[in-house]
């Protein structure tokens, strides 16, 4: 029974991963800034923690799948981030 708990709580977990990366492409059809996501993702009842968020999005745009530019207009410098045309072809296909 232990491997059957352990199997249900794996895929439960690859599950959530798999929706916090689409949930974060989903968002990102404009320019947002990374804190930026956290609202806009526990509003859609996706819970992400920003100790979670920037490495995903740091991996999301190695992969190609974003792009990233620093707005250093403000006060405070940040890095805004947008689906790259790879990601915009991913969350059409």
Do not use: H
């Not at 199997?7 to 689409?22: D, H, K, Q």
């Not at 956290?38 to 999005?57: N, R, S």
Request: with cysteine; glycine share 8%; hydrophobic share 30%.
């Amino acid at each position: 029974m232990a491997d059957v708990n352990e199997t249900i709580t794996g895929l439960l977990s690859e599950l959530r991963r798999g929706t916090i990366v689409i949930g974060v492409l989903s968002q990102l059809s404009e320019p947002r800034y990374g804190y930026s996501l956290v609202p806009l993702l526990e509003e859609k009842g996706i819970a992400v923690d920003p100790c979670t968020l920037y490495p995903l999005l740091r991996r999301l745009e190695k992969q190609g799948l974003l792009e990233s530019r620093w707005d250093t207009n403000e006060s405070r410098p940040r890095k805004y981030y947008l689906l790259s045309p790879s990601g915009r072809k991913y969350m059409r296909d």
